[in-house]
């Protein structure tokens, strides 16, 4: 086995590709590396540029289209074998020479993951920098992850953390959130060095907002009811029901004293709150039999052991 498997996720970056091999190859000369480039579809010349290394420590994954940056993610931890996999953007901002450092990090004090924290960040103000730190902000209180800069690829882990997730959509964004929810307990942060990008165009813009939003929605749902869904549905079943119940007894006790209630807003309102709840309600026990058949059907437990003692008897 390796010692360390590098994920770089390359998209129309045929410049970057030899510049960032050549420092890769220098800052991890004394460790037993392989490095992954997995080429997201292209439309360059960054595969040629990748066959080029000529290197045997250097593989390329070639996804058949563009599927995104956590998919690629995806297939270049699939492909991993070290003993730790780091994480690298492949626009020369990450600085390789960061990775001997938070490797040594790991092995010392058995981290399950160490994250960069961009210094002295290079990148614009408005679109990058305040953007991000809302975003951060916003991580941090809804998530609990109490991490600086959750925007910083350059990130390292022990296989066995890194492969007990599965990275979906655009939830690149919320490893740390992810492995967490696995077990991962023991996490730390490190300044690392961040460059300004000197090839190629940023993939990053305002439009991803709207798709950070709704992947932190999903998120907190996640930490808070993965394991029980039914106390989010039910709950909010049980009140829109029981409110809806109250309405309807109400327009009943008018209706006994006389009073016209056909066509009512009230009446209205009463029968959509008690379907709602009962949708609301049907909904929870849905999601409990998926999360049954999630964890049964992988054989996965909805705990972590961390270690087992045997302890001794006189």
Request: glycine share 8%; net charge positive; hydrophobic share 40%.
């Amino acid at each position: 086995m390796k010692k360390l498997s590098v994920v770089i996720c390359v998209w129309n970056e045929e410049l970057n590709i030899k510049p960032l091999s050549e420092q890769i190859k220098v800052a991890l000369k004394d460790i037993d590396f392989e490095a992954i480039f997995v080429d997201d579809g292209s439309t360059d010349d960054t595969r040629g540029e990748i066959k080029k290394i000529n290197d045997k420590r250097f593989i390329l994954v070639e996804l058949k289209r563009n599927y995104g940056q956590s998919s690629a993610l995806q297939a270049g931890i699939d492909q991993a074998e070290g003993e730790f996999v780091v994480l690298i953007d492949g626009d020369l901002q990450n600085d390789p020479a960061n990775i001997p450092m938070m490797l040594k990090m790991m092995e010392t004090d058995e981290w399950d993951m160490v994250a960069g924290i961009r210094a002295n960040r290079k990148d614009g103000m408005f679109l990058r920098k305040i953007p991000s730190k809302i975003a951060n902000y916003m991580i941090r209180k809804s998530t609990g992850i109490h991490m600086k800069d959750l925007g910083c690829t350059l990130k390292i882990f022990t296989k066995e953390t890194i492969k007990s997730i599965h990275i979906y959509g655009e939830l690149h964004r919320y490893i740390p959130a992810l492995i967490t929810l696995e077990g991962a307990t023991k996490i730390t942060q490190v300044d690392v060095n961040h460059r300004s990008r000197e090839f190629g165009t940023s993939k990053y813009n305002l439009s991803r907002t709207t798709r950070v939003i709704s992947d932190l929605i999903l998120m907190v749902f996640f930490k808070k009811y993965l394991q029980r869904p039914m106390h989010f549905f039910g709950s909010m079943g049980i009140v829109t029901f029981g409110i809806g119940v109250l309405i309807n007894f109400y327009m009943l006790v008018l209706k006994i004293l006389g009073n016209d209630i056909w066509g009512k807003p009230l009446l209205l309102l009463g029968i959509l709150m008690v379907m709602g709840g009962i949708q609301f309600i049907t909904t929870g026990i849905i999601a409990e039999l998926q999360m049954r058949t999630y964890f049964e059907s992988q054989k996965k437990k909805p705990f972590r052991v961390k270690r087992v003692i045997h302890v001794k008897e006189d």
